[in-house]
C-alpha cells in the first residue's frame, strides 16, 4: 500500500472530498494487507533477520487532520451520529487492569513495504500508535499494536487474549486526560484473510484497536497464523 495521503494545510474544506477518497482506497488496501506484528519463541527470528510487519493500516486511519478543539470533559463532535470523543492528543501510556499491562507509547509509522512498523523488539513492555492517524479518544479509529513476545520473553499483549467484552482499558494522554475505553469484542483472524474494513474502517465515534499476533506458531514461517484484534470505545 502507498504512503498515506498528504493532507491540506486546512483540513475542514476538504474534509468531505477525502472521506470519498478514503472509500475508493479500501479495494486497495484489501490488496496490501499481509503478515503481522513481531511474533516470538526462539526460533521467532533469525540474527539480522528483519521483524515481521503488522497488517497494512488502510488509509481510512490516515486522517490526522481533525481540527484542535477547546480542552475539557469528552463531548459530541460535530460529524453525524458521533459519541463522545476528546481533541486530538499523543497518548502517552497504556493501563489495561486485566492484564496488568501499564506500557508506555512509541509513534509507529508506514514503512517501505506499505505495511505499518511495528514497536522496536528489544523492549518487551511497549505498545506503538499509528502516529499518523486518530490518537487514542479522538473521534474515529485509533491504532495500537504490540508484540505478544520475542525471540528472548513474552511481551506487554501476551495475555491479550485474556481481555474480555465489558472489560475497561485507559490510555494516559499527554494533555493529562485519561480516556477510558469499554471493550465491545475481541477476535482472531487469520492473515491471509485479515477484514481491513472491520478492523481499521473509520467511525464517528472514538473506537480503538488493540492487534498483536495469535493463533499457531509456524516454524517454517517464522511467524504465527493469525492476529487477535480488541475492539473498543470511549466512554
Known amino acids: 500500500m502507498a504512503?498515506?495521503?498528504l493532507l491540506p494545510d486546512d483540513p475542514e474544506p476538504s474534509r468531505r472530498r477525502f472521506r470519498t477518497v478514503v472509500t475508493i482506497l479500501w479495494s486497495v488496501a484489501a490488496l496490501v494487507l499481509t503478515v503481522s506484528l513481531i511474533a516470538g519463541g526462539d526460533e521467532s527470528s533469525d540474527a539480522g533477520?528483519?521483524?515481521?510487519a503488522p497488517p497494512a493500516v488502510s488509509s481510512a486511519t490516515s486522517d490526522a487532520s481533525h481540527a484542535p478543539s477547546t480542552p475539557g470533559a469528552p463531548h459530541r463532535s460535530a460529524r453525524a451520529g458521533a459519541g463522545p470523543h476528546l481533541p486530538r492528543s499523543r497518548p502517552v501510556r497504556l493501563l489495561i487492569p486485566r492484564i496488568s499491562v501499564n506500557a508506555p507509547?512509541?509513534?509507529?509509522?508506514?514503512?517501505r513495504s506499505g505495511q505499518l512498523e511495528p514497536p522496536p523488539p528489544d523492549n518487551t513492555n511497549l505498545v506503538?500508535?499509528?502516529?499518523?492517524?486518530?490518537?487514542?479518544?479522538?473521534?474515529?479509529?485509533?491504532?495500537?499494536?504490540?508484540?505478544?513476545?520475542?525471540?528472548?520473553?513474552p511481551a506487554v499483549f501476551a495475555q491479550l487474549g485474556e481481555v474480555k467484552k465489558g472489560d475497561r482499558f485507559h490510555v494516559v494522554r499527554a494533555d493529562?486526560?485519561?480516556?477510558?475505553?469499554?471493550?465491545?469484542?475481541?477476535?482472531?483472524?487469520?492473515?491471509?484473510?485479515?477484514?481491513?474494513?472491520?478492523?481499521?474502517?473509520?467511525t464517528?465515534?472514538?473506537?480503538?484497536?488493540?492487534?498483536?499476533?495469535?493463533?499457531?506458531?509456524?516454524?517454517?514461517?517464522?511467524?504465527?497464523?493469525?492476529?487477535?484484534?480488541?475492539?473498543?470505545?470511549?466512554?
Open 49 to 52: 533477520a528483519p521483524p515481521h
Open 3 to 5: 504512503a498515506s495521503p
Open 128 to 153: 506503538g500508535w499509528y502516529a499518523k492517524g486518530v490518537s487514542p479518544g479522538e473521534a474515529g479509529t485509533a491504532i495500537i499494536a504490540g508484540h505478544v513476545d520475542t525471540a528472548t520473553a
Open 204 to 235: 464517528p465515534d472514538a473506537q480503538v484497536r488493540l492487534i498483536t499476533c495469535a493463533g499457531a506458531y509456524d516454524r517454517q514461517a517464522r511467524d504465527y497464523t493469525e492476529n487477535l484484534v480488541v475492539f473498543a470505545h470511549l466512554v
Open 176 to 202: 493529562g486526560r485519561k480516556a477510558t475505553f469499554v471493550v465491545d469484542d475481541t477476535d482472531s483472524y487469520a492473515k491471509d484473510d485479515f477484514p481491513s474494513e472491520r478492523v481499521y474502517g473509520d
Open 105 to 111: 507509547f512509541t509513534d509507529l509509522a508506514i514503512g
